[in-house]
């Protein structure tokens, strides 16, 4: 979610994909060009964390790389470029799923912010749209929130940071970082958004049109298995309306 790119760009797309309910967890990393002028920061500038089973990084005993992974794969992460971000909501912690049989009034959340410049954007975000904001005219570059959210469908929230301008040591476009969801299930129903699902069932109808025009297979059957993979991969979306 936070690399070589527009990171509100690609997380417009990354809300989509939640809205249907995959579970996709933020990571980042650094396309830079180590031997060649920089085209837009260092290495190490896009950066994903992951948190550690309790006692994992005590009592002398090192975190693996495999308790990395894992803790990346359940989506205990947030990606950065500056910002250090935390968020409970309800009883759960990032990447967990919150579950409800009925929907659920006035679930409590907890904000932390912890940035190298303030920002002028904190967002509680669920299902695409902004709850709750808590950075007004002057930007912060710390702080604890705390308050209630009603949960009425099932789908995801997260918490977001950002700046509107490039702010120095951060060398990006803009300071921009987002948790990975905590999920909410509410009376057992899956996640829903047929605008959402048509968006990718024509994104995929327009790689099938370039990929049967591209000329320069090695047979027949390598194009006909790639064509095939796609058109499951539209069958999958279109489920989904």
């Given amino acids: 979610i936070v690399g070589f790119s527009d990171h509100r760009s690609t997380a417009a797309v990354w809300y989509r994909l939640l809205n249907l309910g995959f579970h996709l967890p ?3 990393g650094t396309d830079a ?18 948190r550690m089973p309790e ?14 992974l894992d803790a990346l794969r359940q989506g205990r992460t947030f990606a950065t470029n500056g ?15 919150l579950s409800f049989e009925t929907a659920a009034k006035r679930v409590h959340y907890s904000v932390r912010l912890r940035s190298i410049v303030p920002v002028d954007h904190l967002e509680l975000v669920c299902n695409g749209r902004v709850m709750k904001s808590f950075v007004g005219q002057v930007p912060q570059a710390q702080g604890e929130f705390q308050g ?13 940071a950002a700046t509107d301008a490039a702010h120095h040591p951060v060398l990006d476009n803009y300071v921009y970082a987002t948790t990975s969801p905590v999920y909410v299930s509410v009376g057992a129903q899956r996640a829903r958004s047929p605008e959402d699902a048509r968006y990718f069932a024509a ?19 390598e194009k006909q298995g790639v064509l095939d993979r796609l058109r499951q991969a539209r069958a999958r979306y279109a489920g989904l309306e």
């Fill in 55 to 68: 006692g994992a990084d005590q009592r002398d005993e090192r975190v693996t790389l495999a308790q990395w």
């Fill in 83 to 97: 910002p250090l971000l935390g968020f409970n909501l309800g009883a759960a912690q990032i990447g967990d799923t």
């Fill in 203 to 221: 994104w995929i109808d327009r790689v099938i049109e370039t990929t049967a025009k591209y000329p320069d297979w090695n047979s027949d059957a």
């Fill in 33 to 50: 060009m180590a031997n060649y002028a920089s085209l837009r920061g260092p290495v190490g500038m896009n950066r994903v964390y992951a």
């Fill in 26 to 28: 933020a990571a980042g």
């Fill in 148 to 160: 209630t959210i009603d949960l009425n469908a099932s789908g995801w929230c997260l918490v977001r």
